[in-house]
């Protein structure tokens, strides 16, 4: 019964009317006096941002904000795969014949989660990964790869939460919220980076919405607040670091693993 009731309250709290009132009031200037509470509800690392906590004129710049240089390395080497973000992996593995499996206990298929991109057929035997922030963590998204934009496709949706309870009692949160996905292809294979909204995301919004290519770990979109960043990779070009499982923390620029066309 309990369960049920938070399903309720959560499918009546999911539309964007809210999270565009959430956003309204952390653009305000008011937003700012709640920084400091953020920072210790949370254990924020406010000392790495580029900024001190004072000089953020609202919430959402807080949310939003740049790191010092230097607070993450970023992996090198040509065939590299970096953390597009810091996250806990909630999930990881081979997608079989466009599904992928078990994610908080559900299975999301491709199609939808693409929503029907024909760039679904280069991930069928691919590989993932569901990266979730917390609001503890840094909100920007980085290049995982050195490539150019193939396409951007911004897909309307829902704002379900992506935390534990939703992942697991909403059906298929990752397809229905909203999404940004850049297709991103590299030397060795392309890459999709799925970004997805949630309750209280006001907007997902490119750096430079005119980049037509990046470096690894260059500056590529962020979120006002937090949610997940899915990770595909080519079919037949992945192999991930070794020792990399679900339920590990990783850091932006962390090495994932290394694309390679196998022949």
């Not at 599904?99 to 280069?122: A, R």
């Not at 298929?172 to 294979?189: H, M, P, Q």
């Not at 991930?240 to 994932?256: D, H, I, N, Y």
């Amino acid at each position: 019964m309990v369960k049920q009731l938070l399903r309720l309250m959560t499918e009546l709290s999911s539309h964007r009317w809210l999270s565009r009132l959430m956003g309204a009031f952390s653009h305000s200037r008011l937003s700012r006096f709640l920084i400091p509470v953020f920072i210790k509800i949370y254990h924020i690392p406010a000392a790495e941002a580029e900024k001190q906590s004072r000089q953020y004129r609202t919430l959402n710049e807080f949310f939003s904000r740049r790191l010092k240089p230097g607070m993450r390395p970023v992996a090198s080497g040509d065939n590299a795969v970096a953390s597009p973000v810091d996250a806990m992996i909630t999930a990881m593995g081979e997608i079989h014949s466009g599904t992928i499996m078990n994610v908080k206990g559900q299975d999301y298929e491709l199609e939808e989660l693409l929503n029907h991109s024909p760039h679904l057929e280069l991930y069928k035997k691919g590989f993932f990964f569901v990266l979730y922030l917390s609001p503890t963590d840094y909100h920007r998204i980085h290049a995982p790869l050195t490539g150019r934009k193939v396409e951007s496709d911004h897909i309307r949706g829902r704002a379900y939460p992506v935390n534990e309870f939703g992942m697991r009692h909403m059906k298929g949160v990752l397809s229905r919220n909203e999404r940004l996905i850049t297709y991103i292809a590299g030397a060795n294979g392309e890459a999709a980076v799925v970004k997805v909204g949630a309750m209280n995301v006001s907007s997902i919004r490119y750096t430079d919405e005119q980049a037509m290519e990046w470096q690894i770990g260059d500056d590529l979109a962020y979120f006002e607040f937090g949610s997940t960043v899915v990770l595909l990779l080519e079919s037949g070009t992945f192999t991930p670091r070794a020792g990399l499982t679900s339920e590990t923390k990783v850091k932006m620029g962390e090495l994932l693993g290394t694309l390679q066309r196998h022949l």
